[in-house]
């Protein structure tokens, strides 16, 4: 079965960047498009991007686009969430998942298969 895990993230100042991986075991990523979601205490889970099995069409939120990259190398069943000029209201849980293709790409609840998050604190 498949299954997804997050990396990369941690304590970073206002401003900075960083580079979320989400590589998957059990299976290849290659016919899957995938999400990116986080979750912040007290918040529900808000969608942030989505990439296509082939990595040519990519969505954003707006409170992402123009910061947040998303990208895919399917060589290493690897995709990646380039995340620069961090604000402080961007610390959360992030979640990379398979998009089962159910409903709207931000909407978490058609979402099944999940990684277990990476925390991301932007904090001076």
């Known amino acids: 079965q498949l299954q997804l895990v997050e990396s990369g993230g941690g304590l970073v100042q206002p401003g900075g960047s960083l580079r979320l991986s989400c590589t998957a075991s059990?299976?290849?990523?290659?016919?899957?498009?995938i999400a990116w979601f986080r979750q912040a205490p007290g918040r529900k889970r808000e969608g942030l991007s989505h990439i296509n099995p082939s990595g040519g069409s990519t969505r954003y939120a707006d409170s992402v686009r123009g910061r947040f990259t998303v990208s895919r190398d399917n060589a290493k069943n690897t995709v990646y969430l380039q995340m620069n000029n961090l604000k402080p209201e961007d610390t959360a849980v992030y979640y990379c998942a398979v998009d089962p293709h159910r409903g709207a790409w931000s909407f978490a609840g058609s979402y099944d298969v999940w990684g277990q998050g990476t925390q991301v604190t932007v904090s001076s």
């Open positions: 059990g299976g290849s990523l290659d016919n899957y498009s």
